[in-house]
C-alpha cells in the first residue's frame, strides 16, 4: 500500500460534547415520566447547579441570550439607557442590550485575557450608562473585584456574562458565587450542556422569584406548582411576561452533566497545559492561560498568533483543515459586524487584534494524544511560509 491509497484519518473537531448513555437514559425517563415541559426536574436541576456554583439561587431559561435579557429587565434598563459591553464576545451580548430596548457601548478589553479592565470601562462610560455586562470570555475569569471597585460607588450593576465560564474560579471560589446576577450558557459548545438552555443565579429570593414568574409569562403560579398542588384556582399574570422556560428532558441532561464536570475541567486543563509544552518552542504564540484572580475551564483553547506572523490567521485555518484539523477564528469583534454598523464607530485596537490574529484549536474530554499531536503538527505546518 502507497501513502495514496492509505485511509484518511478522520477530522478532528473543534469540540465535541461528552455525552453518554447516562443523559440518554434520564432523558428518555422524563420523556416516559410523561411531563416533558418546566416541571420538577427543572427545580432540581436549579438546586444542584446553585450549589455547584456557590449561588443562593439559580434560575433555568431557554438559553444565556434569555438569561441576559432577563438579567437587564429585573435591572429595570430600557429604552434611553446605554449598556457597557465588550465588543469581543459572541454577538448575543450586545443583542441582549438590544432586546430591552437599551443601547450596547462597546468597550476594549485586556489584550491578554480578552476581558474588560477597569480601564477599558471607564473609557466607555456615559452619563446614561446603566448597567455593565462582563464577559468571562471563553472561560477566562474577568477581574470583577476591580470593576466593582470603580462602578459601585457610582452606583451601576454588573451583570456577569458568564456562559462560557461553567468550573472557572475567581478569587477561589466558582464564577457566579459572588455575583448580583450571571447569566450562564449549556450550548453544545459548553462544557455543560442540555442541547440548548440557560442559567440565571442571584443571592436573592425576591430577584429568583421574579424572575421564574417572568420566564413563564409572569404567571402568579408556575404551571408545574399548580399541577402538584392539585388545585383549581387560576392563576394571575403580575406584569407582562416571556416565555423563557426550560423543559425536564433538558433539565434531565443537565443533571447528569453537572456530575462530569470536574472531570471535563481536569482534562480540558490537562490538555492546555500539553499544548502549552508542545508549542513553546514557536516564538510570538500565546495560548489563553489563568489570570492571577482565578482559573480557567479553558471553554474555547484560543491562541494568539504575532503581529508579525510569516502565514496569517485565515490561511493558517484553511491548511489545518486541509490537514483534516478543524479550528475556528477566534471570538469576534461585535463592534464591526453589520448588525452594529448604526452605533457610532470606535476604536478598539486589542479588541480588533485579538479578532484579526486569535484562532481556536481543537479541545474535548475525549481527545487523545494523539489527536492533539496531529493539530500541533498541522499548526506547525500550516506556520511556515
Not at 443601547?103 to 485575557?113: E, I, K, R, S
Amino acid at each position: 500500500m502507497t501513502a495514496l491509497d492509505a485511509p484518511a484519518l478522520p477530522v478532528i473537531p473543534v469540540m465535541k460534547p461528552w455525552l453518554g448513555e447516562e443523559e440518554a437514559a434520564a432523558a428518555a425517563e422524563a420523556v416516559a415520566s410523561g411531563w416533558v415541559a418546566q416541571g420538577p426536574r427543572v427545580r432540581a436541576f436549579e438546586e444542584a447547579f446553585a450549589r455547584r456554583v456557590g449561588a443562593a439561587e439559580a434560575v433555568a431559561v431557554s438559553n444565556c441570550t434569555t438569561a441576559l435579557h432577563l438579567a437587564l429587565h429585573l435591572l429595570g434598563v430600557g429604552p434611553g439607557d446605554d449598556v457597557v459591553v465588550p465588543s469581543f464576545s459572541f454577538i448575543a451580548t450586545a443583542n441582549a442590550v438590544r432586546h430591552v430596548g437599551a443601547q450596547p457601548v462597546f468597550a476594549d478589553v485586556d489584550l491578554v485575557t480578552g476581558n474588560l479592565t477597569p480601564g477599558t470601562v471607564e473609557a466607555a462610560l456615559t452619563p446614561r450608562t446603566r448597567a455593565v455586562v462582563v464577559v468571562h470570555q471563553a472561560g477566562v475569569p474577568a477581574d470583577t473585584a476591580a470593576l466593582g471597585a470603580l462602578l459601585e460607588p457610582r452606583g451601576i450593576p454588573v451583570v456577569e456574562d458568564a456562559a462560557c465560564a461553567i468550573g472557572s474560579t475567581l478569587f477561589g471560589r466558582p464564577v457566579g458565587a459572588g455575583a448580583q446576577l450571571a447569566a450562564f450558557s449549556f450550548h453544545p459548545r459548553k462544557l455543560v450542556t442540555t442541547g440548548e438552555g440557560g442559567m440565571l443565579v442571584t443571592p436573592s429570593a425576591d430577584v429568583a422569584a421574579r424572575a421564574r414568574r417572568l420566564r413563564e409569562h409572569g404567571m402568579s403560579v408556575s404551571a408545574a406548582d399548580r399541577h402538584a398542588s392539585g388545585s383549581v384556582a387560576p392563576e394571575q399574570y403580575l406584569e407582562p411576561g416571556f416565555n423563557f422556560r426550560m423543559t425536564d428532558v433538558q433539565a434531565a441532561i443537565g443533571l447528569v452533566q453537572l456530575t462530569r464536570l470536574d472531570a471535563m475541567v481536569a482534562r480540558r486543563r490537562e490538555l492546555a497545559a500539553r499544548y502549552r509544552a508542545l508549542l513553546a518552542d514557536l516564538p510570538g504564540l500565546r495560548l489563553v492561560d489563568d489570570p492571577s484572580w482565578g482559573t480557567t475551564n479553558v471553554q474555547s483553547c484560543w491562541l494568539l498568533l504575532p503581529e508579525d506572523a510569516p502565514v496569517g490567521r485565515d490561511a493558517v485555518l484553511a491548511r489545518m483543515s486541509a490537514a483534516g484539523v478543524s479550528g475556528r477564528r477566534g471570538i469576534m469583534a461585535a463592534h464591526l459586524e453589520p448588525a452594529y454598523a448604526d452605533r457610532p464607530r470606535v476604536s478598539l485596537p486589542a479588541t480588533e487584534r485579538l479578532t484579526a490574529d486569535s484562532l481556536v484549536l481543537p479541545l474535548f474530554h475525549q481527545m487523545t494524544e494523539g489527536e492533539q499531536d496531529r493539530v500541533v503538527d498541522a499548526l506547525r505546518a500550516a506556520l511556515v511560509p
